[in-house]
């Protein structure tokens, strides 16, 4: 791991970026003298690490006394993409702004995007939990799709908390079974682009005995800044 940056931000966090082979990544740690906990974050379906709404959880996240880490693993952010991955993400997006079905579309582009990213997610893992600053446990925050992945592979991931949840490939909607850990789900009721019911089997299908839903009025990006305080405290209990 090599860090190419850094800078102090107004609440005293630390940001770096750094690359780890191939991979591009961001790390915010606290001012702490204890090593911290560490919480990985991804955007939904492969956005950039760069992404504000991410950078603002990961920065905000970080000053309650986690280390959060983000990456743009292979076929995410700005790693290349092959010709068909760029004609299946235009193709969904057409499809979903026309109302089309999707499902077929959405299989063949994030199946496959889930399956690349986790060895990315486990190799940064492995790199981040060497450094000195970092602790664990470890805890997860962000995409389902990936997330329940890395829960199922990844069992140093001690709790995890998901976002919208209605467009999950079928085969991590089996995996989900599989996913014993205390898990957070926030769900925006009227989210244009995740099926409110399909969420709500997917909550149910989780294997996990401690598991909450969190559900708010409004779209895909109108979750309420207190959930983020909420998110935080469920860390908490799990993490520290």
């Known amino acids: 791991m090599r860090f190419t940056s850094e800078q102090r931000l107004d609440d005293g966090v630390r940001e770096r970026e750094f690359t780890l082979g191939e991979i591009p990544g961001t790390l915010w740690t606290p001012e702490s003298a204890a090593p911290a906990p560490?919480?990985?974050?991804?955007?939904?379906?492969?956005?950039?690490?760069?992404?504000?709404?991410?950078?603002?959880?990961?920065?905000?996240?970080?000053?309650?006394?986690?280390?959060?880490?983000?990456?743009?693993?292979?076929?995410?952010?700005?790693?290349p993409?092959?010709?068909?991955?760029?004609?299946?993400?235009?193709?969904?997006?057409?499809?979903?702004?026309?109302?089309?079905?999707v499902d077929e579309i959405f299989e063949s582009f994030i199946g496959p995007l889930v399956e690349?990213?986790?060895?990315?997610?486990?190799?940064?893992?492995?790199?981040?939990?060497?450094?000195?600053?970092i602790g664990g446990p470890?805890?997860?925050?962000?995409?389902?799709?990936?997330?329940?992945?890395?829960?199922?592979a990844e069992p140093r991931i001690a709790a995890a908390g998901f976002f919208a949840g209605g467009y999950v490939p079928l085969a991590q909607r089996e995996e989900a079974r599989q996913v014993t850990i205390p898990l957070l789900l926030l769900l925006q009721w009227d989210d244009e682009g995740n099926p409110r019911q399909r969420a709500l089997?997917?909550?149910?299908a989780f294997g996990s005995k401690e598991k909450t839903l969190h559900a708010n009025p409004g779209g895909h990006t109108g979750t309420p800044w207190f959930e983020l305080e909420d998110t935080n405290r469920f860390f908490g209990r799990h993490l520290k």
């Open 116 to 133: 690349k990213a986790v060895p990315d997610w486990r190799t940064t893992l492995d790199a981040l939990l060497a450094l000195p600053e």
């Open 38 to 79: 560490l919480i990985l974050m991804a955007h939904n379906n492969g956005l950039p690490k760069g992404q504000s709404r991410l950078v603002a959880r990961a920065r905000q996240t970080a000053a309650y006394g986690y280390a959060v880490a983000s990456i743009d693993a292979a076929g995410c952010g700005d790693r």
């Open 81 to 101: 993409r092959s010709a068909a991955d760029e004609q299946a993400r235009a193709d969904l997006r057409r499809a979903m702004q026309a109302g089309e079905p």
């Open 201 to 204: 089997d997917l909550f149910d």
């Open 138 to 152: 470890v805890g997860y925050s962000g995409w389902t799709a990936l997330g329940i992945r890395l829960a199922v």
